[in-house]
Every structure is written in C-alpha cells, then in structure tokens.
C-alpha cells in the first residue's frame, strides 16, 4: 500500500468501552454471539497505537451513525481520534444522520466534519428529565414507606413524591454542568458560537455549516474523491487493518503475564440463578473470578472496570470482601464507565486508586430501604388479609399492612447502622477519617470531575490509565505492552443468553423505562431489604 493511503471506521450504533470475550465457538453457532453489534473503544485504542506509528496511513474517515453510549464512553472515543489528530493524521467524520449532543462533542476531536445534505443537529443542549409517579401510585392504592441515609438519597423519591426535591435538583443540576461544559468547549473548538447554537435549537446541514458545526455537505459515495488519489476508489477498513496489525506467525511457549481487567457491569445481586443473564454482576461469579486472579500467577494485578448503579448492600460487601483480600496480594486498580455508584463505589473502595472519566456518575455512598403497602388496593378489590402472628413482628415486611411505630424504628435503625458502616468503608479505603468523608456522602452522586477534587477519585482518565497504574505498581513500565491488559471472562459468561433471552429481557426494560418502575420493580421481586444502589439518575440528553 503507498503512502497517502485512508482508513474507513464505522461505528456501530452501540459503543461499549470494552467488548468481553465470547467462546471460539459462536464463530459457528449464531445462537451464543450476540444479536446487537457494538464497537469499543478498547478496539479502537489498539487501532489508534498502530496508525499514529504508520508513516503510510495518511487519515481516516470516521463514519458516525447517531449512537447509544454513556458520557464516559464517549469521552474515551473522543480521546482517541484526539490522539490520531495530534498524530498528525487527518480524522475526518461524515454523519449520514447528523446528530445530537454527544455527537456534537465528538465532532470536536475531528480535523474535519461533513454532513449528509438532509441531516442536521438536534435538539442542542443538555437536559435531565426525571418522571414522578406519586400521582399514580396513590390512585392505585399504594404506599411506600421508604428509609434513605439520607437527603441526596433519593432512589425512591419519584415513588414518594409528585416533584423533584432540592436535593435531586442539586445534584441534578451539577451532573449537568460538568457535561455542559465539556460540550461548550467543543462547540468553541470547532469556532461555534455555543449560546447561539442552543438558542436555535435545531439545525439543519447547511445551518449547521453556516454556524461552523460542519466543514461541508456531501453524500458517502462522495467521499472518495474528496480525499483519495489517482485510480484508488475506496477506502481501507479500518478493523480489517487492525486484524493485520495484530497478526502473529508464531505464539510464544509460556503464556505472558498479564494485567487482568474485570468486567463488572450492571446491577449487583446475591446470584443471577441457573441461567446467564446480561446485565446483572452476582456475587457469585464475581467472588470465584476475582479467586481465580489472586491463584493466577500470570495476573500481576486487577483493574475493576466498574458500569454499575449498585444493587444489594449484602452482594456488595461480599464482592468488597473478595477485593480487599486480592488487594493485599497484588494491585487492585478501580475504573468506573459511565456509572460507578453506591454499590458500585463500595466495591471499589480497597483499591489502591481510582480512574475516572470527567463526566462519570459516581458516589450515591448511602443506603436506601423501602417497603411497599398494598392494603388499601388489596381492599379495593375486595381482598382481605388476615394474620396469625407469635410475635410481635413477625410480619413487619408484609405489604399488605402499614408499619406500627415501634418498626418504623427498627428500618430506622437498620438504615443508620447500614449508612455508617458504608462510611467507614470508604473512609478505610480513602485512607481518612469518618469525618472527613461523611459530609462528601449523604447519598449524593458526583460526576468524575467533582469526585476528583472531592478525592473520591484519585485520576481523570480512561481504561488504559487504570492497566498503566497496575503495572507501574507491579514494577514494570507504565507502557509495557508485553504485560497486555486482558478482559477476564467466567466458563459461564464465555456462553451469552441466546436471542429470544435477550430480546425478552430488553421488551422488560423498555417496558421499565416507559414507567418508570426501575427500582420498584427490582424491590417487588428481590429479597433484599437493605441497597446500596444510586437515585432514580435522570436521563441526561
């Protein structure tokens, strides 16, 4: 290939910031690969290391389907094309369907922008909506008695109330300055006016070029002229280049050391049951996991990388147990994705340092129970429940009576030992005094970059920040690729629910969504009575 050569990189709707292997046989059997396509970061970082070091790669074009990723995830993609661009490689992004926000921050780390002719930006400009059911509940009949340490707790809050507290507005609205930011300083780097571009709204292609969103208007098919010489016509694949790039003729005998990262993402349980289920991190599995890597001589450390809101406090002290026992054996570095919360922050608490992105949800270090009360609904349609009881409280967690005073003080109680034992977890693992965290938790969340001057985080960065920080603890060079930062799967994880499961699980979650019955619904069919989980978290768009 001759020099002046291009790179074509799709992204696929769904950005992940690291893909988890799967067994060598869904290569054959449809049924264990994954319905959804995604594309990671992880994937493009490795692509990045290559391309900055090849002398024949003169640009790449990047093509940007409006996609589904958290803040975080998209700070590490800009990261990259931000890395090829002070490579001195052109980044060229073209948007077939224009965009929204997040699009709009990512066009910042680009030399070049061009736009489908009929596409445009909108609507500009962040919001957070948060959907308050009380209304609802109360024409149904239903009650919640809710015990949350303490004000910033407010996981339960749109069940209880019918609008948002000031506290949710608080933290709310500090979410969203430290995302504005970022995306005002993008709109100033591609010269924008910000304040006019959110006042519009909306902008089509050629407004989006006249207030210097864009560079141009053009279709795919004219790309290649645009950027390519002589008899050449189409661009090179980008992850087919990558495939070459790594290509090896030959495997060494012993298996290198390497630095293994955990995958720990979604909602923490007990245990998910017999069958794999996306979505949920279970004690369990994540207990042998972190055993394997503290036998495995190989493994010179671990990078927790934490997506998770929380869930069960009982799951989570579990998993906090196995990860403080593997920090006294070898490094223990925790990166949070997009959401690294409550239960998700008390995993990481023994790590010897935590990475964040700037835009990362994190903290929530507070503890929340509820309890439902059904009677009235039970007795509007005709149903009557009656109790034989031996002991005064036997039945204090039924929801189909309300809780007498003498109960409200045990949850009361419950949830401050529950509060003040968190505490102390992080305040240990911070290496401060309770103190000192305890104004810094209440239940509040933080985005990555409060958390960092709060030193609830200790470094802004991506992934590869965290593998760097393994190694250096470990002795060797902070970019000693021989010591590779390796996804480590379960037996039963290599094995992904098929289709009809997945599908089935995504119809509950849109049908979640839609209601805004997240946390209700997990209260309803869990025996936990105690969560470290974060807020309701508004959607930020």
Known sequence: MRRGSWLELRLERRIVPFNVPSTPFSRWLPNLRSPVKRTSVQAI???????????????????VQQFQAGWATVAG??????????ANKRVVVW?????????????????????????GFGPIGLVATVQYLRPVLDKLGIELHVEARHEFKTAMEPYVRDSMSSSQREQTGALLDTIDHRLRDALANRGADADAVMAAG?????????????????????????????????????????????????????????????????????SRGSRPSRGL?????????LRRIRKDKRAIGAVL????????????????????TLAKEKPVVAWFG??????????????????????????????????????????????????????????????????????????????????ESFVKVVASGRKRTYDEVEPLARGRVWSGADAESKGLVDVLGGLEVAIAQVRTQHGAAADDLSIPGLVVPTPRERIAAPWPEESKAQVQSLLADALGLHELVALAQGREHHWYIAPGLPTIE
């Open 281 to 289: 991190v279970d004690a369990e599995s994540m207990a042998r996991k």
């Open 202 to 270: 909306m902008l089509s292609g050629k407004m989006a070029v006249d207030a210097k969103l864009a560079d141009g208007l053009c279709y795919e098919d004219e790309l290649a002229p645009k950027f390519l010489e002589g008899r050449k016509s189409t661009f090179a694949d980008a992850f087919q280049r990558l495939r070459m790039y790594q290509s090896v003729w030959w495997r060494p005998v012993r298996r290198p050391k390497y630095v293994a990262v955990l995958d720990v993402r979604g909602t923490i349980v007990q």
């Open 77 to 86: 993609l800009y990261r990259e094309l931000q890395r090829l661009k002070d």
């Open 305 to 324: 990388a934490i997506t998770s809101p929380g869930g069960s406090a009982l799951a989570s002290d579990l998993i906090h147990r196995e990860v403080a």
């Open 338 to 419: 997009d959401v690294a919360a409550s239960g998700g922050y008390y995993i990481a608490a023994p790590a010897s340092s935590i990475v964040a992105e700037s835009t990362t949800i994190t903290g929530s270090i507070g503890v929340i129970m509820a309890r439902p009360v059904v009677e009235s609904a039970l007795n509007k349609i005709g149903i009557v429940t009656e109790r034989v009881r031996r002991s005064p409280h036997g039945d204090m967690l039924s929801s189909s009576r309300p809780l007498d005073a003498a109960e409200v003080e045990i949850l009361q109680r419950e949830a401050d030992s529950y509060y």
């Open 95 to 119: 948007l077939p369907e224009g965009g929204g926000n997040r699009e709009l921050y990512l066009c910042s780390a680009a030399s070049e922008v061009w736009i489908s002719p009929q596409a």
């Open 45 to 63: 970082r490795r692509l990045v290391d290559y391309v900055v070091d090849d002398p024949v790669v003169k640009g790449v074009v990047v093509h």
